[in-house]
């Protein structure tokens, strides 16, 4: 079976999830998470229609048609209004075999757009770069990458989300912002490599379909802050060998093994559910059994494990709320306590002994 590479928007997941040890080595592995799950008896519903990809890939083609004219109209107005209208932009061919050759074509590209075609625009449509995860390179491909006539660099992400009035869905602004931060990620490491080192835009450009027509429509959005908490999280990741070398010898996540085999495989390499997970991760609905199979409380969302402090399963929290277990001192303890006096209370109508909260 073919190793499935990483995308930015599994990379942005990773990044969301950097505890998770299981992800990690999966996707480093290139193991498909969709199949993979549903060998294990719990198909995802994760991932796109067909429909919505035919009509995503609609929309792009439209608003990269006659060479990007629109696209970079859009850039332009939304980025760029001090420079001179894009009349006449550069568009590069960037084909090349496989994903390495692809990288150095894109690279190359941007280093001629810097040398050969200084103050004017350029348009690099789906560029490959490379972005080194936890050890392993992952190799993305962003929609396109505008080379500015200062030389400067932005990413553009176009989604068939609608814009209403200037504004979209604020979860898929997110979600966009955030895979766009990775691919400002990679092409800053592009740009230490060059000299001088162009500037890459932390203000990605994004275009969506305006109101309910598919004209398109486009609005800047800062990158900044889920630039610097995605790099936070990668430099976090444990890299994918050090999670290798605890395996058990010759341990395979295929999915063509036996259901048994598989969950037995999936299972030597801790996971951190939280609910987060079903919106993120392919294996979610399996990972989500086993959390709630061993009373995990993080199942019950990050907040709320956050709370309990040192108590790590539903079992040790009803034992502490019954009085049974647990350091009176500690204010978890304390606090379940009494709220399951007051519980008492409002069950029987008496009125009982409750400690203050301390
Ligand atoms: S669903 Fe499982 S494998 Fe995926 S990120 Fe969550 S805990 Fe990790």
């Not at 956050?306 to 108590?311: D, F, K, M, R, S």
């Amino acid at each position: 079976m073919q190793a499935k590479a990483l995308d930015a928007r599994a990379l942005a997941a990773l990044a969301a999830n950097p505890g998770c040890r299981r992800r990690a080595i999966l996707d480093g592995a290139g193991v498909d998470k969709g199949a993979l799950a549903s060998a294990l008896g719990s198909p995802s519903v994760f991932g796109q229609s067909q429909f919505a990809f035919v009509r995503g890939n609609a929309f792009e083609a439209k608003v990269k048609a006659d060479g990007g004219t629109e696209l970079l109209r859009l850039a332009h107005e939304k980025l760029d209004r001090a420079a001179e209208p894009p009349t006449e932009a550069r568009v590069p061919d960037l084909t090349a075999q496989g994903p390495q050759g692809r990288t150095a074509r894109t690279e190359l590209a941007l280093r001629e757009a810097a040398t050969e075609a200084p103050g004017a625009w350029t348009l690099l449509d789906h560029p490959m770069l490379a972005l080194d995860v936890a050890g392993s390179p992952a190799f993305l491909e962003p929609d396109a990458v505008v080379v500015h006539p200062d030389g400067s660099w932005t990413v553009v992400e176009i989604k068939s989300f609608p814009m209403l009035d200037g504004a979209a869905d604020p979860s898929k602004v997110g979600a966009a912002a955030r895979q766009s931060a990775v691919y400002v990620l990679a092409l800053e490491q592009v740009a230490a490599r060059l000299d001088p080192a162009p500037r890459v835009r932390h203000r990605i450009l994004l275009v969506c379909p305006k109101d309910f027509s598919n004209l398109p429509t486009a609005s800047a959005v800062d990158v900044r802050k889920q630039r610097a908490v995605t790099a936070r999280q990668l430099d976090r990741l444990t890299r994918i060998e050090e999670i290798a070398d605890t395996l058990p010898e010759g341990t395979c996540f295929s999915p063509e093994l036996p259901a048994e085999e598989l969950t037995e495989a999936v299972e030597t390499v801790p996971a951190a559910y939280a609910p987060e997970c079903l919106s993120a991760c392919e294996l979610a609905f399996h990972c989500r059994d086993r959390s709630r199979a061993d009373g995990a409380v993080t199942s019950l969302g990050r907040p709320v494990r956050a709370e309990l402090g040192g108590l790590t399963t539903v079992e040790d929290v009803l034992a502490a709320a019954r009085g049974e277990a647990g350091d009176p001192d500690d204010p978890a303890v304390a606090a379940l306590r009494r709220a399951a006096a007051l519980r008492a209370e409002a069950l029987s109508g008496a009125r009982p002994e409750v400690a203050p909260c301390p």
